[in-house]
């Protein structure tokens, strides 16, 4: 069973649209919650996040956790083509990072 | 360049072989995650090593194993090859603090024919 589910698998945008993408995980042993932007090559780092409802923010993108229902979300404000990548989260739990399958996003000029 | 080294970045080898990745981490960190990322599997942890030390294993079969040398690059090794054993394999390194995050390697694709 997958510890760490991400919807939507895909999405297809204009650009100037705002998208958000979902991450639900599971509760045992919780340490943090990572956001990744995959393109061709290595994920790269996004954001981190230990505590709920306090949102990080970098440039258009943005994201939160909530604790209590078990699910992060990242947004991308005012979408580009070079926001086209698979976006993937991961969970920390004890020594062990799960990461989610991952959303396709793709951008249309 | 992020700072963490794999070498080859691609490898095509028959089935039943053996190859060795190889992965050098960011300057001063200290651990080194192994994972496998295939097209049905997403990104799948292997192992953890710090400071020369296993520190945590994920999905690695027993055909595969990994060390940490002490000038802190890391090697996995993959035996008996199959053709499923084809994926990217990235290594990722972080300091001693891991939680905030590390960085990932460019990968190696590793193609079993």
């Known amino acids: 069973e997958d510890k760490v589910v991400q919807s939507p698998l895909s999405l297809v945008v204009h650009e100037g649209d705002t998208v958000t993408l979902n991450c639900s995980y599971e509760?045992?042993?919780?340490?943090?919650l990572l956001w990744y932007k995959q393109e061709k090559k290595a994920p790269t780092f996004l954001f981190m996040l230990?505590?709920?409802?306090i949102e990080k923010k970098s440039g258009r993108l943005s994201s939160i956790l909530d604790k209590k229902e078990l699910f992060s979300i990242l947004n991308i404000t005012a979408t580009q083509t070079g926001d086209s990548a698979i976006y993937l989260c991961?969970?920390?739990?004890?020594?062990?990072?799960?990461f989610g399958t991952g959303t396709s996003l793709t951008v249309i000029p | 360049d992020s700072g963490v080294t794999q070498t080859p970045k691609h490898l095509i080898t028959a089935t039943g072989q053996r190859v060795t990745l190889r992965c050098s981490p960011r300057?001063?960190?200290?651990?080194v995650y192994w994972y496998q990322q295939s097209l049905d599997q997403g990104l799948q942890f292997l192992i953890q090593?710090?400071?020369?030390?296993?520190?945590a294993k994920g999905n690695i079969l027993e055909r595969f194993s990994a060390q940490q040398f002490p000038d802190l690059h890391s090697e996995l090794n993959l035996s008996s090859l199959e053709l499923g054993d084809s994926a990217l394999y990235f290594c990722?390194?972080?300091?001693?603090?891991?939680?905030?995050?590390?960085?990932f390697g460019s990968g190696t694709r590793l193609t079993v024919v």
């Open positions: 991961a969970q920390v739990t004890g020594n062990q990072f799960y």
């Open positions: 509760v045992t042993n919780f340490r943090s």
């Open positions: 990722a390194s972080s300091g001693l603090w891991e939680d905030y995050g590390y960085t």
């Open positions: 090593y710090y400071n020369g030390e296993e520190r």
């Open positions: 300057s001063g960190d200290l651990s």
């Open positions: 230990t505590s709920s409802g």
